[in-house]
């Protein structure tokens, strides 16, 4: 573009001092016409400099005026911006867009130590959460200087990827970081590692062919969508041919472009071994698949590198850049002023999201549990590890922060190794259970298959056994999840979000126990009241969790008991805590145990959130309910008799302070009031008997001084086997 063709700035952008910010090193400004304000404090290394220390997340901000101004003006800045939101409004969705009114007011921020303009509503915000911005290019600057521009984007992205940087980002991570696992050969033991398996199969790049092998190598694992595109796939047939030297390359053309450009990539990189879950476990051979699954975060978590391939919607896609042809040159930047380009910096978690990649339920552990990771996108190549990330497009300069929202960090938060406390595992868990939920699952009996590598890594990390994807030791936490629209799903039990299609939310985490491990301990020690034990299949009974608690921090008192239940009818005896003896006629384990139970009727508020009010038998309204299974309930819900309501455990009314005040759910408006701020709350769940076993039909809170409105014959102290 010729300078005399470019459009003139409009008169908001026109303030910004572009050639200033683009010149200077780090961006400091001692002009007007800006907002500036400090955003935070994040921890920097450069491996130009031999300082490393901590700064802050200066913003220096301007309004650029309301949407609809932008996004109709034909300055070029304000069509990049514009640009931008509307990518950012159709992978986030319209509603949950902060973008989503023509009349609000939208902020282009230039953050100091990032040296880059982040769009945002708010000028005084995080602006990088928004995940769009905009970063300085030129062809003038040279390699060397590049270096200090954090995301300085150069002007074109080559058709090939350049093998020998990738090569830099990684060994840059061995030697600086040391993030991954080593596997040395004096400590690694197999069956510790990878418990179960007799040993790992991986193709040898080398001599194109699968192997066996027990020993300790490096390799490189892939995580891709397969779709519906045809997929060689390992099975007893020709596990015996694929051993064989040379079967990869006789079999090459039958492979997904995916898998190829995997094999030529990982040759590129410098590594002989590469594991594919479609080809290093036998897929018509259920024991070597379930023995392969129990351990995927092993494998990931040991993996030199991942390779994520998040272009495309199946196997077919390949690796954008790894083989001629697969993608073109690409201008990375657009002229705004003479000498000056600007490009769109979009970050690596909404490229995630605008990708199948990211819909899909399978891939969710291979990406959480990798320790680093190579991403393919059609924009460009990402390289992330535990503390950093490089990214194609921008020169190599890795920014290592701790700041809150910023992309790289949302990442960072979901690893489950050794080493970080129970709490912290259990909360990243409830994250990831909720973005697993929303996820597309091609086959329902997959529900915990899929997710049994981080169900694993959780267990080991926490000290506990799972029961149904739910922790035993802090089951009267998970069991209070609530979703919308949610169906049942067979062969699964309903207290389990694994029993149930759509997304849960996990309410507690809104609640004063997330603080910290102590006050979650404290809310189980206090708050809760029912010994849970399990019937499987065989009949057999096991006590889930003993009524003497594990452990505490040293600051508090060495154990403590489960509380016996405080009833607030005290003319109702509440003693009997153990279950008798029952068959069970289900697949999969019942819960069992002992609760107050009311009969309440339910009133329906919103047929299409499936939220109702619950009423004592006065008529007064005592509670509200997230309602499960409603599109499904064949009258169930049209009842005008008393349904059956488990008392599960106490709260407060102000654990709801930051939920939607309009819902008639958990977060009912009615305990929302000022003069109800402290109500003691119980939580509780809706059932639905089906031949003696109960059935969760929805999840909600009533008020406490409030249970003797129940109709009879509750409240009733009863034995509950829940399915």
Not at 17 to 42: A, K, M
Not at 256 to 269: E, G, H
Not at 512 to 526: A, H, I, K
Request: net charge neutral; glycine share 6%.
């Amino acid at each position: 573009m010729s300078d005399s063709s470019l459009i003139d700035l409009c008169s908001c952008c026109e303030k910004i001092p572009f050639h200033r910010l683009q010149e200077n090193r780090l961006g400091i400004l001692d002009v007007g016409s800006f907002t500036h304000r400090s955003l935070g404090v994040g921890y920097f290394t450069d491996s130009s400099r031999d300082d490393v220390g901590y700064f802050s997340y200066s913003c220096n901000s301007w309004d650029l005026g309301d949407l609809s101004r932008i996004q109709n003006s034909p300055c070029p800045v304000c069509r990049l911006v514009s640009e931008l939101i509307s990518r950012h409004n159709r992978t986030r969705g319209f509603v949950s867009s902060p973008f989503n009114s023509p009349t609000i007011t939208v902020w282009i921020n230039w953050i100091v130590r990032m040296q880059s303009f982040w769009i945002n509503t708010d000028g005084f915000s995080n602006s990088t959460r928004t995940g769009i911005g905009l970063g300085f290019a030129a062809n003038n600057i040279d390699g060397g200087s590049l270096r200090m521009r954090f995301n300085y984007l150069f002007p074109e992205l080559p058709r090939l990827v350049d093998f020998e940087r990738l090569i830099r980002w990684i060994d840059g991570c061995s030697k600086e970081h040391q993030c991954i696992l080593t596997n040395n050969t004096d400590t690694f033991k197999f069956e510790e590692s990878y418990p179960g398996l007799k040993c790992l199969r991986y193709i040898d790049v080398n001599n194109a062919c699968l192997i066996e092998s027990s020993e300790a190598v490096e390799y490189v694992a892939l995580s891709y969508v397969w779709g519906s595109v045809s997929n060689f796939r390992l099975t007893k047939a020709n596990l015996k041919n694929l051993l064989r030297p040379a079967a990869i390359s006789v079999a090459w053309n039958l492979f997904p472009a995916t898998i190829r450009d995997a094999i030529t990539l990982t040759r590129k990189l410098g590594k002989r071994y590469l594991w594919i879950d479609s080809l290093c476990l036998v897929q018509n051979d259920p024991t070597d698949l379930e023995t392969g699954i129990a351990v995927m975060d092993q494998v990931y978590e040991r993996a030199w590198i991942t390779i994520i391939a998040a272009s495309g919607h199946d196997a077919n896609a390949g690796l954008p850049g790894v083989d001629s042809g697969s993608r073109q040159d690409r201008r990375a930047a657009r002229q705004i002023k003479p000498g000056i380009f600007l490009g769109k910096l979009i970050s690596t978690d909404l490229l995630l999201e605008e990708s199948a990649y990211h819909t899909r339920a399978w891939t969710l552990q291979e990406h959480v549990l990798s320790r680093r990771a190579l991403y393919f996108f059609q924009e460009h190549i990402v390289f992330r590890c535990h503390t950093s990330e490089y990214r194609e497009r921008c020169c190599d300069h890795s920014l290592i922060t701790t700041l809150h929202n910023h992309d790289h960090g949302m990442q960072r938060s979901m690893q489950l190794g050794n080493g970080r406390s129970k709490f912290d595992v259990l909360t990243v868990y409830l994250n990831l259970v909720e973005s697993y939920t929303s996820r597309i699952l091609t086959r329902d009996s997959d529900v915990l298959r899929a997710m049994a590598g981080v169900i694993r890594r959780v267990s080991v990390s926490s000290g506990y056994q799972a029961l149904q994807g739910l922790p035993r030791r802090e089951l009267d936490i998970f069991l209070l999840f609530e979703g919308k629209s949610l169906s049942r799903r067979e062969g699964f039990p309903s207290y389990s979000w694994a029993g149930w299609q759509g997304k849960v939310e996990m309410h507690l985490r809104r609640a004063g126990w997330t603080e910290c491990e102590l006050t979650m301990d404290m809310w189980l020690r206090s708050r809760t009241w029912i010994i849970w034990y399990s019937t499987n299949a065989a009949g057999k009974t096991e006590l889930l969790c003993d009524s003497n608690r594990s452990p505490l921090p040293d600051y508090t008192i060495a154990t403590f008991e489960r509380q016996p239940f405080q009833s607030p009818i005290l003319e109702i005896a509440t003693t009997k805590t153990v279950p008798t003896s029952i068959n069970n006629p289900r697949s999969y384990p019942i819960l069992r145990f002992w609760t107050l139970v009311l009969s309440l009727k339910i009133q329906i508020t919103d047929v299409f959130r499936h939220q109702a009010r619950l009423l004592g038998q006065n008529g007064e309204e005592c509670g509200g309910m997230a309602l499960d299974g409603f599109n499904e309930s064949e009258g169930f819900f049209d009842s005008s008799e008393p349904l059956d309501v488990l008392l599960l455990s106490e709260g407060r009314a102000r654990d709801f302070k930051d939920l939607d005040k309009t819902k008639t759910g958990m977060g009912s408006k009615v305990y929302l009031r000022e003069r109800e701020y402290n109500t003691t709350i119980y939580y509780v769940m809706l059932v639905e008997w089906k031949d003696g076993i109960a059935e969760r039909r929805g999840i909600g809170a009533v008020r406490q001084d409030l249970v003797c409105q129940s109709f009879k014959p509750g409240p009733v102290w009863k034995e509950i086997a829940l399915g």
